[in-house]
């Protein structure tokens, strides 16, 4: 079956500390892969993607991703987080016509 | 500025009524999309519809409606069968092509449902 799942369901850092969001799926060909942001009652806004080539995405907000075949994994990373990062992140993997989601990871910022 | 917009921001149902939900894209997108979103759930998809006149039954279609009378609209109606409605409601529009850029799904500001 396909799904994503995404473990933390919360996490905590520190501004200036980096950052790690675990992204994981299960699907059957080699998908497309998305990392969005949403704050509190706000529509998701697209970080960034992964069709196809080099495995290392960089995304909006000096955000990037890496794709990693073998894990099954779409990690997200920041190296410096800023106070403003503090929102929920959701990773999607899509086929043709339809994407699933994960059920997004809320990240709190301490200044 | 090209976009999606939903409206109303807030909207409010009352017992047995049915609610209108709105989005609308200048994207000149072909694939359009509504979701559930409740918390820790992450999104669920309600319908989707990847060209006019024609829409599809998502994971949980179930007391919606809707319509693709044209291009840049998808209204989401739901009914009085739907009785947990209170959710906030995200659409979504994607160009259409099956080439890689073209599968990425863009959001609009989203709609929260609350039952009086």
């Known amino acids: 079956a396909q799904s994503v799942t995404q473990p933390d369901i919360h996490i905590t850092v520190s501004e200036g500390a980096s950052l790690e969001l675990r992204c994981n799926y299960s699907?059957?060909?080699?998908?497309?892969l998305f990392w969005y942001v949403q704050s509190p009652g706000q529509g998701l806004q697209l970080l960034l993607k992964y069709f196809s080539g080099d495995t290392l995405v960089q995304g909006i907000k000096g955000f990037e991703a890496e794709f990693k075949r073998s894990q099954s994994s779409f990690n997200l990373r920041k190296p410096s987080v800023h106070w403003s990062d503090a929102a929920e992140y959701f990773c999607?993997?899509?086929?043709?016509?339809?994407?699933?989601f994960g059920t997004g990871t809320r990240l709190k910022v301490l200044a | 500025d090209g976009g999606i917009t939903q409206s109303p921001k807030y909207l409010f149902r009352k017992e047995g009524q049915n609610v209108t939900l709105s989005c609308e894209q200048n994207l000149n997108h072909d694939a359009m999309y509504w979701y559930r979103q409740d918390p820790g759930q992450g999104l669920r998809l309600i319908y989707y519809?990847?060209?006019?006149?024609?829409?599809q039954k998502g994971d949980i279609a179930e007391g919606y409606s809707v319509s693709r009378e044209k291009k840049e609209s998808f209204p989401l109606t739901v009914t009085s069968a739907q009785k947990n409605p209170t959710a906030f409601y995200l659409c979504a529009s994607r160009k259409a092509g099956g080439r890689g850029d073209q599968e990425t799904q863009y959001f609009g500001p989203g709609t929260r449902l609350l039952v009086l």
């Open positions: 699907y059957g060909a080699t998908p497309y």
């Open positions: 999607a993997v899509g086929g043709t016509y339809k994407y699933i």
């Open positions: 519809s990847q060209i006019v006149n024609d829409f």
